[in-house]
């Protein structure tokens, strides 16, 4: 199982939390220590730390903090998109009752949705894909703000982002062109039928006046518009 352990806290003040049966007992506590050595203040931020085999990731937004520990081995990408998920369903859930809750005061509900979110993005790949597509631009963002360091030191994870960059830009650019040909379609079109329209109204006009003027050639009217017997 990929994540083994998650918590979600005001400050440091845990209000939920759940661990996996296999787990390492003092999760909890590692959890506490990292929680205390966050820096102060309400600011956002995300970060990792490895301690042995396993990495506790962290998420703090709008004063609440999530966190979860999973096997090294574990692509970081999936706890990160799991801890956003708990955090949008836990705020979703308590509102504002989550800023003067005791401890452990969502520990009974909250801890079933945690063990639920844990296996299924441990083990449901479906999971993962679901909220790529919902916050795309979102991860890049955690991976470049946590990893900046290991970025540096890697030129491969450096040109995997440069990569990227230019797939979105390039991305852009294709629909800017797509724009501008579909409206230079659009108006080509519109002219067409505005030019249809006209000639279709230019014949009918034609056809009335040749029947009331006594021929194709509106013999009748011509000679009463010029006084000819």
């Not at 990408?77 to 801890?83: A, E, Q, T």
Request: aromatic letters at 8%.
């Amino acid at each position: 199982m990929g994540i083994l352990y998650g918590m979600v806290a005001r400050g440091q003040t845990v209000l939920a939390e759940f661990s996996c049966p296999t787990t390492i007992t003092n999760a909890g506590a590692i959890s506490r220590q990292i929680l205390e050595k966050l820096p102060s203040g309400n600011a956002d931020s995300n970060a990792s730390f490895s301690q042995g085999r396993h990495i506790f990731h962290v998420m703090r937004t709008d004063s609440l903090t999530v966190l979860c520990m999973a096997d090294d081995a574990f692509e970081r990408r999936i706890p990160f998109s799991f801890l956003q998920e708990i955090h949008q369903r836990f705020e979703k859930t308590y509102g504002r009752a989550i800023l003067s809750a005791a401890p452990y005061a969502m520990n009974d509900d909250f801890s079933r949705v945690l063990s639920q979110e844990m296996e299924r993005y441990s083990t449901d790949p479906d999971a993962d894909r679901l909220n790529r597509l919902k916050g795309e631009m979102s991860q890049v963002k955690i991976v470049m703000i946590n990893n900046i360091e290991k970025v540096l030191e890697r030129g491969d994870r450096l040109a995997l982002l440069v990569e990227k960059a230019s797939t979105l830009q390039g991305n852009t650019l294709g629909f800017k062109r797509q724009s501008r040909r579909l409206r230079s379609t659009m108006w080509w079109g519109n002219f067409k039928l505005t030019g249809a329209l006209l000639l279709i109204l230019v014949i009918i006009i034609y056809i009335v006046l040749a029947f009331l003027c006594d021929g194709l050639l509106m013999h009748s009217c011509i000679s009463q518009s010029f006084g000819f017997n």
